[in-house]
């Protein structure tokens, strides 16, 4: 006979969703670095201080001068809601009987496990490296636009200091869109543009081709894996300076970034970072249906911090 319904529920629980979790949450290095240790998103907005100005009454003073007391107001907020994801996981009651016996209907799960991880996995990774799609995360391309976005609820207007460093270029014009080649210091510049006070990015992605030369032509005789379990997952990576850089296959052509993952990192409703969503049968059709759902949203604490470089074309 068809395995029942809480069977199926339970043997999902017990042995397929440890399976799923990890294949959905580890598939590009990008999205597998970010979600490694999301934080907790508690409340309906996920908040962060952010200083935007300098408090001006600092001063040098003579012993009869009137000290600066002026109010200062240099901080705001940066403020972020939830977003959702789900893949479901539908089984034909017939496909469910026919496939007779513990092995069948298991595989048949598993297939559709597999279904749900890729559609997942394509659904992050793009959105990802992406400007902000309707519904979805805060996209790269948004988090590093020029300085004039709106984000997070702060505009340009109100915290200069919230615009984009991005790139090689400098302070707040957004990525660098002008340089091709891809020098020693072109890349040390760009590399510079994503440090702020004594915090230096951590982590970088570009594609194969930029990945390969950056390797080849500027650091070959120091390459090496510097993060074991990245390699391990099949994530080639070598260090550049303080950066574990990894190639991506959902990076643009001639896209090279920077991110301090301490700054840039997934917040996650508790209970629900892939959550399974156990198989039920509707009273109106004859099919069972299971799902994979998530609650949260990428954080950005410090938009400067995110540097990229989007028209490399070679590494010289």
């Known amino acids: 006979m068809a395995i029942a319904i809480d069977d199926l529920n339970t043997f ?4 397929v969703l ?19 240790k999301p934080r907790k998103f508690v409340g309906p907005y996920y908040e962060v201080p952010v ?60 297939e559709n496990v597999k279904l749900a991880e890729a559609s997942m996995k394509e659904l992050f990774s793009t959105d990802l490296y992406n400007t902000t799609q309707s519904n979805a995360f805060y996209g ?21 200091t919230w615009c984009s460093s991005s790139g090689y270029a400098g302070a707040s014009g957004g ?10 210091e072109a890349l040390d510049k760009h590399y510079n543009s994503g440090i702020y006070g004594n915090e230096q990015p951590n982590f970088g992605t570009t594609t194969y081709d930029i990945w390969a030369g950056i390797s080849a032509v500027h650091i070959a005789p120091y390459a090496r894996y510097t993060d074991p379990k990245m390699a391990q997952l099949g994530f080639e990576n070598i260090k550049y300076r303080n950066a574990v850089l990894a190639p991506d296959p959902q990076c643009g052509s001639g896209d090279l970034w ?25 009273t109106n059709k004859d099919q069972a249906t299971a799902h994979i759902r998530w609650y949260g949203q990428l954080i950005c604490e410090s938009r400067r911090q995110v540097a990229w470089m989007s028209a490399i074309s070679g590494v010289a």
């Not at 002026?70 to 789900?86: G, L």
């Not at 660098?176 to 891809?182: P, V, Y």
């Open 175 to 184: 990525p660098d869109s002008t340089t091709t080649s891809l020098t020693k």
């Open 18 to 36: 440890p399976k799923v979790v990890d294949n959905i949450t580890r598939t590009g290095p990008l999205v597998f670095k970010l979600l490694e």
């Open 258 to 282: 920077f991110f301090n993952t301490d700054r840039l990192y997934f917040a996650v409703v508790p209970g629900y970072n892939f959550k399974f969503i156990d198989f039920e049968y509707p």
């Open 12 to 15: 999902c629980r017990t042995y």
């Open 51 to 110: 200083t935007y100005a300098k408090n001006a009454n600092a001063e040098f003073y003579t012993a009869s001068a009137s000290l600066t007391t002026t109010v200062r107001a240099p901080f705001t907020k940066a403020q972020y809601s939830p977003i959702r994801a789900n893949t479901a996981i539908t089984l034909e009651g017939l496909d469910m009987a026919l496939n007779q016996g513990e092995a069948k209907v298991l595989d048949m799960v598993k």
């Open 140 to 160: 790269l391309h948004t988090i590093a636009a020029a300085g004039t976005t709106t984000f997070g609820g702060i505009s340009n207007g109100d915290a200069s």
